[in-house]
């Protein structure tokens, strides 16, 4: 593992356990509790900067690209995606980043969450989780339920499963393309600066790891694996989430073993983070003056 600091940040180079490297990122004290924060798919570690600023500044937050996004490496095959390795990357960023006998809160936000759900049965996650959010996510069903490409029944899912797997490069980010995004991902009163921010992120995405975790995302069955979940655990949805509705929240809700709360919050789309930093900044630190803080 790999150290260096930039700025306020500690930079670490974390290795998977299949080799791959993880570019993580830890902040505030080292001596608070630990927030570990999963991204969504098509995006970077960056998308939970909205939420990281509202969050309390004793906190110590940890941030790691996903495989194949941001400043983490690309699988070079195929056999480089698949659930079991959003797993395996969430486990090592916790094995390097959570003191020995203390616990985190981890977030998971869409892809971040099912990262989260398929690391349930783990048992390092089970000694170094105290407690979970989810938000925007969902564990099955995921082209099937997704609403995004308005088309009908069958017409609907294949639109859903072709924007989700298609590997088209997008080219730099613009008016245009912000616009669509903001139509198939963001809810309607989503800030233009949410929008922008949205856009760039999405276009930051190579085409290939974008694609191949599309793939994985449509084939995604994992309620043996959320039903594992036995810590506090609050799932959010958003009333006009296309991608991932609030079905699947109260789904998830109804395989935790120990679920707070499942809240689906008015007006919010897919973009939790962006959309709702302080809503979700505000559950996290909840989370951890109730399950972990005792422990700092």
Not at 84 to 95: G, H, P, S, T, W
Not at 118 to 137: C, D, H
């Amino acid at each position: 593992m790999a150290i260096r600091h930039v700025g306020q940040a500690q930079e670490l180079r974390v290795r998977s356990a299949d080799g791959t490297r993880l570019h993580v990122e830890v902040r505030g004290p080292s001596d608070g509790p630990t927030v570990v924060l999963s991204h969504c798919w098509s995006t970077s570690l960056a998308s939970w900067g909205p939420v990281v600023r509202d969050l309390d500044p004793d906190l110590r937050v940890v941030l790691y690209d996903q495989r194949g996004h941001g400043r983490s490496q690309t699988p070079l095959t195929r056999a480089g995606y698949g659930p079991e390795k959003l797993a395996d990357d969430l486990c090592a960023v916790l094995e390097a980043t959570v003191p020995s006998g203390r616990k985190a809160v981890v977030a998971g936000h869409s892809m971040g969450g099912m990262t989260i759900m398929a690391s349930g049965p783990r048992a390092t996650f089970k000694e170094k989780v105290g407690a979970v959010l989810l938000t925007n996510t969902g564990c099955t069903e995921l082209a099937d339920r997704a609403t995004a490409i308005p088309l009908p029944g069958a017409l609907g899912r294949l639109g859903s499963r072709a924007f989700l797997t298609t590997p088209l490069p997008l080219g730099p980010a613009n008016a245009g393309s912000a616009n669509v995004l903001r139509f198939l991902v963001m809810g309607k009163r989503s800030s233009p600066a949410a929008k922008r921010l949205c856009a760039r992120l999405v276009h930051g995405c190579a085409s290939v790891p974008r694609s191949e975790w599309g793939r994985v995302i449509t084939q995604l069955h994992l309620d043996d694996s959320v039903r594992e979940i036995a810590v506090p655990t609050v799932v959010v949805g958003g009333e006009e989430d296309k991608l991932t509705p609030p079905w699947h929240a109260r789904h998830i809700g109804g395989l935790v073993q120990n679920p707070v709360e499942v809240r689906i919050i008015p007006g919010l789309g897919h973009m939790g983070p962006l959309e709702a930093p302080g809503t979700l900044a505000d559950l996290l630190g909840k989370l951890v003056a109730g399950h972990i803080s005792s422990e700092a």
